[in-house]
């Protein structure tokens, strides 16, 4: 198995147990739609709430996982879709106003 899978692997798992019971805000909007289907990574992990981070997690997250994507070759989200997505994250992220 991969380093960037197994690291991909131990980080769900840690992650899927602290939003396991958790929403994703606005869940029907265009914006989590896109985050549900490019950040849940096929079967890699469920999408993790926003709230779980602070906007720079959240844009080092969206960097490292880009990568990891790519490197795996999962579909990436066009740069519209990824400013959607990262602002999505930003307006729910903890801390945010």
């Given at each position: 198995?991969?380093?960037?899978?197994?690291?991909?692997?131990?980080?769900?798992?840690?992650?899927?147990?602290?939003?396991?019971?958790?929403?994703?805000?606005?869940?029907?909007?265009?914006?989590?739609?896109?985050?549900?289907?490019?950040?849940?990574?096929?079967?890699?992990?469920?999408?993790?709430?926003?709230?779980?981070?602070?906007i720079?997690?959240w844009?080092?997250?969206?960097?490292?996982?880009?990568?990891?994507?790519?490197?795996?070759?999962?579909?990436?989200?066009?740069?519209?879709?990824?400013?959607?997505?990262?602002?999505?994250?930003?307006?729910?992220?903890?801390?945010?106003?």
């Amino acid at each position: 198995m991969s380093r960037p899978l197994i690291l991909c692997l131990s980080t769900a798992g840690l992650l899927l147990a602290l939003s396991c019971s958790s929403k994703l805000p606005e869940p029907e909007s265009r914006p989590a739609q896109l985050y549900r289907q490019y950040c849940s990574g096929k079967g890699c992990h469920d999408p993790i709430p926003p709230k779980r981070g602070g906007i720079q997690y959240w844009e080092m997250q969206n960097k490292r996982m880009l990568e990891l994507m790519r490197h795996q070759g999962f579909p990436l989200p066009s740069a519209a879709e990824q400013e959607e997505i990262l602002s999505y994250l930003r307006r729910h992220a903890q801390g945010a106003k």
